[in-house]
């Protein structure tokens, strides 16, 4: 195909990248995805995508549930074939740099020749926001983690604490319910920001504990986490409770490296800001995701994003020859 490796490069294999990879071979465009780890993003951690449309599980003639819902891993994995099935080729590269000369993205890697292309699609999400303070990094992994399905069954039984008032939060808190009766959600203002169904249950639920308009001022332990010292935010109270793990979920940070190398706008949040089509400023440069401006943070717009911008890439690709 001429110069070019792939019509649409695109970098990112979560919920936005995977339904753009199928989307784009479906538009009969050459297809190329680039992940640095595993497809399927932060879609990987969910335990029950029950907020996924049609994912809510089979019920029976008389409306009793007779399966759950899939996990975001089953989910993930089904976009990954369906999309690997309609044509799209996926690789394992961590890029570098990013330029664009004339009509052609030129993405540079570290020990193989540049990757180029009419398009490209940034679809790299985010990652967990650290509350830095101290012992957060020294107890990562020993007792601090971001991942409850990853690490939950380490601390069975044991006194856990989440830090967060989002959805993330939420659904980490009640994941690890059904692994320990010892729950305390700590928050630092006077009410959730989470789904209103998530917040009932987490309301409803005896394993869990909340503590609203709290602080973790300090993670402590030796070998392993053994306490947080906590901070009240309107009373500035200080008080100390034995943990063995902490649970960290207190927003995310944006992948947007590559962006930089091309000057691609951002938002005051370091987001990268799209139209309406998801164009940045950079013509066939497209954004899609959690890593986008203004994004509702959810698999379903994610995917839906990935979709909008495969379709107004393609469009691009046929104005570069019309």
């Known amino acids: 195909m001429s110069c070019f490796d792939a019509d649409l490069i695109i970098i990112g294999a979560g919920p936005a990248g995977l339904a753009a990879a199928q989307y784009g071979a479906m538009a009969n465009l050459k297809v190329l995805v680039l992940e640095q780890l595993s497809c399927g993003g932060q879609a990987l951690v969910i335990d029950v995508l029950e907020n996924y449309p049609g994912n809510a599980g089979q019920f029976d003639a008389d409306g009793k549930m007779i399966s759950s819902p899939r996990s975001g891993y089953e989910v993930a994995m089904d976009m990954y074939r369906q999309a690997q099935g309609f044509g799209a080729v996926f690789s394992t590269f961590y890029a570098k740099s990013m330029k664009k000369e004339d009509d052609v993205f030129i993405i540079n890697f570290s020990d193989d020749k540049p990757l180029k292309a009419k398009a490209v ?45 989002g959805d993330a939060a939420c659904e980490e808190a009640m994941y690890l319910s059904r692994l320990s009766d010892n729950i305390t959600i700590v928050h ?30 300090e993670i402590k332990g030796g070998k392993k986490v053994n306490s947080v010292v906590l901070s009240g935010t309107k009373d500035g109270g200080i008080s100390e409770e034995q943990a063995d793990a902490v649970f960290i979920c207190s927003g995310t940070v944006p992948q947007t490296g590559l962006a930089f190398s091309l000057n691609v706008e951002l938002d005051e949040n370091g987001y990268i800001v799209t139209d309406r089509n998801l164009a940045t400023n950079i013509a066939g440069f497209f954004a899609a995701g959690d890593v986008r401006s203004g994004a509702f943070r959810q698999v379903v717009t994610a995917a839906a994003d990935g979709a909008v911008a495969a379709h107004s890439a393609a469009e691009y690709i046929d104005s570069l020859t019309s």
């Open 121 to 165: 699609i940034i679809a790299t999400g985010s990652k967990p926001r650290l509350l830095d303070i101290p012992g957060e990094k020294e107890f990562s992994g020993k007792g601090v983690s971001y991942c409850a399905v990853c690490d939950g069954n380490f601390f069975k039984g044991k006194k856990i604490i989440v830090a967060g008032g």
């Open 188 to 217: 630092r203002r006077d009410s959730f920001r989470a789904q209103k169904t998530l917040v009932q249950r987490i309301m409803n639920n005896p394993n869990i504990k909340v503590r609203f308009n709290t602080v973790i001022k």
